[in-house]
Structures are given as structure tokens and as C-alpha cells.
């Protein structure tokens, strides 16, 4: 493994929170790579559970493994903090509630050298924990592709998906462009174009090698009116990072296929919430300042400078809506 004397080559990064269900199997996982020459950074962000007590057992017996603990500030600021402690010229995330193959890093990493490419990708299964069953997300993309292929397909949200767990990207593409995660749920949807926009090369490895753990807490069973704001925010900051770097003309059209997804998507999790809240006042007008916002983030009056300031909220929550509320 690597020694703290030296460098690793790879960091990689673990947000931990209320999960002593998981997080030793993903460390695990990790101590049986394959690859050797990595650190592990992972951060305690509060737990409540005996999360803490397996991170130091794992801390003691391996030195590769580096803990930081903290007060509970969200997965996104237990990111940025392990991004300023790690040493690696690689950084890989990975969830603690999931588990990764053997060969995990060996591949994104040799994906990476071998092809003089910024950001590796592999194929991932979909582990649903109640029946142990296993489905791999059929990815049909292999090979090297060009920043602007991989950006196509990025924005598109198939072929390549914004997950930042299934990847692995040079430290410099965080570093040099001081790109970090905000503190809002689909933080990966709002930063991953960030950083494939600065990609010289992305190589997608065809072989599921993360396996991503289908649980009630997660954050898609656990959609909310927040977590709709905020996916809609991402989105919003998608054009503003592509506007930012002088590339949205160039991807426009893929831009407005991750809209299109992103109407979709709110409209069913907006008819989810008044169904289990039970009341439908309000339905309608929170589909339409859904239509409305999405319409805007693809039109040619967007301001991101509005984004960048702090976006208002589109949906409200339905026992709010006892007025016409008028979307802006």
C-alpha cells in the first residue's frame, strides 16, 4: 500500500453518514484492490451510529486509510474537505453505503495512463439490497472519446451518466479550475460537467466494475420538495457552467435533452409528493412553474448570473399552495 513517506498515485474519497450497515464492506472492498499504490480519505461526517468506531478499526489496522471526523455538514462539504488532504495525482469517490470489484482501480487507472485520458468511467451493477439482486446498467459505450463526444453524452444522461462514484479524474481537473461541490442534493449533476469540460480525453471502460446499493434512505426514494428544487437547480447550473466556459453554443442541443429529462423527471416526483402528501391543490400550478423553468433554462433570455446568485424555488410544497402562486 501506499506509505505516508510518499505519494500515492490515487486518493480515494468517502463521505460517511449513519451507515455501520456498509461502510465496512466498502472498505473492504477497497483493501482488496488490486491496485496498491492509493489512499483512502474518508470522512465522518457526523454519524450518530457506530459508523465512526469501523472507520478507526479500519484506520488502526491499515495505513493507508486516513479518517477525519467532523461535524455533520453534508455530503458535498465531506468531499471538499477530503479533496484538500488528498496527495493523489488521481482522485476516485466512492459511496459508503456501496462496494467496488477488486479490480476497481487497477482498471480506471490503467484506463487513464494507458490512454493519456483526464477521466475514466466503468459500467456499474445496481444492487437491490432487499432481494440481493444484481442488474448492470447497460452503459453501449466503450473506447477513448474526445471531450466533446464525452460531453454529448454526459449531457444526454445515458450513455454516461453524472454519478461521481463510477469515475476516476486527474486531481488537476479539481485543483487547477478550483471546482468543488455545492452543498445541495444532485451535487454530481451540477459538477461533473464542470469537470469533463476541462477533459482532454475520456476513457469508458465496458465492464461493471462499482456496485451502487439500492436502499429506502437513498436519495431518490427519498425525493422531497427540496431535493426537486434542487435537481432543477443543477440542472440550471449545468448552462451556467457551459455558458461559463464558452461552450453552450457547442452543446446546446445536448443541453436540451438534459432538460427535457429534467421536465420529466420533476413532473413525476411532483405528482409523487401531492399523492403521498394527499392533496392535490396546487398540482397543476406546480407543473406549470415546472414547464415555465425548465422552458427558461433552455431559452435564450437565461442569466446565470441568477443561477450563481441563488435560484428561487420552482416547486412548493402542496399544503403551501392556498393562493395562485405565479411563477417568475
Not at 4 to 22: A, D, F, G, Q, T
Not at 111 to 127: K, M, R, T
Not at 283 to 303: C, E, H, M, P, Q
Request: net charge neutral; with cysteine.
Amino acid at each position: 500500500m501506499a506509505e505516508n513517506s510518499r505519494l500515492p498515485m490515487i486518493s480515494v474519497i468517502i463521505p460517511v453518514y449513519n451507515v455501520e450497515k456498509y461502510v465496512g464492506k466498502c472498505l473492504s472492498s477497497l483493501v482488496e484492490q488490486t491496485y496498491r499504490d492509493f489512499e483512502v480519505i474518508a470522512v465522518n461526517d457526523g454519524s450518530t451510529d457506530n459508523s465512526l468506531d469501523i472507520l478507526r478499526h479500519f484506520e488502526a489496522r491499515y495505513g493507508f486509510i486516513k479518517v477525519i471526523n467532523q461535524e455533520n455538514r453534508g455530503m458535498s462539504q465531506s468531499r471538499n474537505r477530503a479533496l484538500k488532504e488528498a496527495r493523489g495525482k488521481y482522485i476516485a469517490l466512492v459511496d459508503s453505503d456501496d462496494y467496488v470489484a477488486p479490480t476497481y482501480l487497477e482498471e480506471l487507472y490503467s484506463a487513464c495512463a494507458e490512454n493519456d485520458a483526464d477521466i475514466s468511467c466503468c459500467y456499474y451493477y445496481l444492487h437491490y439490497i432487499g432481494n440481493d439482486f444484481l442488474f448492470e446498467y447497460p452503459f453501449r459505450c466503450r473506447g477513448v472519446l474526445t471531450a466533446e463526444q464525452a460531453m454529448n453524452k454526459l449531457l444526454h444522461d445515458v450513455q454516461i451518466q453524472s454519478f461521481v462514484w463510477n469515475k476516476m479524474y486527474k486531481r488537476s481537473l479539481f485543483t487547477d479550475y478550483g471546482i468543488t461541490y455545492p452543498s445541495i442534493a444532485f451535487e454530481d449533476t451540477a459538477t461533473t460537467n464542470r469537470l469533463f469540460a476541462h477533459a482532454n480525453k475520456v476513457a469508458v471502460i465496458d465492464r461493471p466494475l462499482y456496485y451502487y446499493n439500492q436502499r429506502p434512505m437513498s436519495t431518490l426514494a427519498t425525493m422531497n420538495v427540496t431535493k426537486i428544487n434542487d435537481y432543477l437547480r443543477a440542472v440550471a447550473s449545468v448552462r451556467a457552467s457551459l455558458e461559463e466556459n464558452g461552450i453552450y453554443g457547442k452543446f446546446q442541443k445536448s443541453y436540451a435533452a438534459l432538460v427535457h429529462r429534467a421536465f420529466n423527471f420533476s413532473c413525476m416526483y411532483v405528482l409523487r409528493m401531492h399523492r403521498d402528501n394527499k392533496n392535490a391543490r396546487g398540482f397543476l400550478t406546480n407543473i406549470s412553474r415546472v414547464s415555465r423553468a425548465t422552458k427558461y433554462f433552455a431559452g435564450d433570455g437565461f442569466n446565470s448570473g441568477l443561477v450563481r446568485g441563488g435560484m428561487f424555488n420552482i416547486v412548493l410544497e402542496p399544503q403551501k399552495l392556498e393562493e395562485d402562486y405565479s411563477v417568475r
